[in-house]
């Protein structure tokens, strides 16, 4: 069993479901003070000419970012409510290239896109700001580019799993089945794991 085909299908039948959390993920990084930190974002899946690949974007202004690119290591946790699997997984990250990241970037609502421009214009993410008013009016007076456009602050990592733990709470027995995943070249070696 391939358990990236099986995490992508889980993701796809809570996206059926409507989980709140379909797209989701938690990252864990560790800050340049050696703090762990740990953040939801969104978790694409992008076709690309080898398949679908898991990809996060961001704007490079954000901490998370630093954070992200200055390690090729990542963790992320996600959870679906509503089939009540948990998925961890250790990847590896590759940078996207700059023309993919603009062409997604298109894919976005309007206000994320503004807030991208926010962030390269005005202020960085994370920065401190005197009001949550202050910030909807400065970010309602910009003056976007046209045609919009990504702002060259606009950033994404594909990220590859190396690891995948799947914890399915789903057992009539009450035990969880636990199991853990390890890449080993094309494929991947299975154990079982006490939950």
């Not at 992508?8 to 989980?19: F, I, S, W, Y």
């Not at 959390?21 to 340049?32: E, I, M, S």
């Not at 050696?34 to 899946?45: C, D, H, I, K």
């Not at 998925?87 to 994320?112: F, G, K």
């Amino acid at each position: 069993m391939d358990p990236l085909a099986r995490f992508l299908a889980d993701r796809a039948q809570a996206r059926t479901a409507e989980d709140p959390c379909a797209n989701l993920c938690v990252a864990a990084t560790v800050d340049a003070d050696g703090e762990p930190q740990a953040r939801t974002l969104v978790l694409r899946e992008l076709d690309t000419t080898s398949g679908t690949r898991l990809a996060i974007f961001c704007n490079e202004t954000s901490p998370k970012w630093r954070e992200m690119s200055n390690s090729s290591r990542i963790a992320l946790s996600v959870f679906l409510p509503s089939s009540n699997l948990q998925y961890r997984l250790q990847c590896t990250t590759v940078p996207i290239p700059v023309e993919t990241v603009h062409e997604s970037w298109q894919l976005r609502p309007d206000a994320p896109k503004r807030l991208d421009w926010f962030y390269t214009l005005t202020m960085p993410q994370s920065a401190p700001i005197e009001s949550r008013d202050l910030l909807l009016m400065k970010c309602a007076g910009l003056e976007l580019p046209d045609p919009l456009i990504a702002p060259e602050t606009a950033r994404g990592l594909y990220v590859i799993p190396e690891v995948i733990e799947k914890l399915d709470l789903n057992q009539p027995d009450g035990i969880h089945d636990r199991r853990l995943y390890q890449r080993r070249g094309e494929g991947w070696i299975e154990k079982f794991l006490v939950p």
